[in-house]
């Protein structure tokens, strides 16, 4: 029987973050870890978004970024600056390559 020290049910962003920052540290050296996911293919199936301050540790794979919001309908628009914030868009394709 095969025995594992850790398991990652899904290989979403989190999935994935939690397994890069786990093999990125010293502590997990010694340790098997398994990830598994429902789907053994994975594309282009989703983005994720998030806000972030300057640049951040996934910048290579950030497809776009929004440094104002939008608000409006038919009695009221405005935009407003989030500085010194960003949104952030990655696409999963990128970001499953990079891991």
């Keep these: 029987m095969v025995t594992y020290d850790y398991i990652i049910l899904g290989a979403g962003a989190a999935g994935l973050m939690l397994a890069s920052r786990m093999a990125n540290d010293s502590f997990f050296d010694d340790k098997s870890i398994l990830i598994i996911d429902k789907s053994k293919n994975k594309g282009n199936d ?6 972030e301050e300057n640049e951040g540790e996934w910048d290579e794979v950030v497809t776009k ?3 104002n919001i939008y608000f409006g309908s038919a ?8 500085a ?3 949104y ?3 696409r ?8």
């Design 65 to 67: 970024t929004w440094s």
């Design 92 to 99: 999963s394709e990128a970001f499953y390559n990079s891991l």
């Design 46 to 51: 989703r983005t994720w978004c998030f806000w």
């Design 84 to 86: 010194p914030y960003k």
């Design 88 to 90: 952030k868009m990655i």
């Design 75 to 82: 009695q009221f628009s405005k935009t407003i600056p989030i």
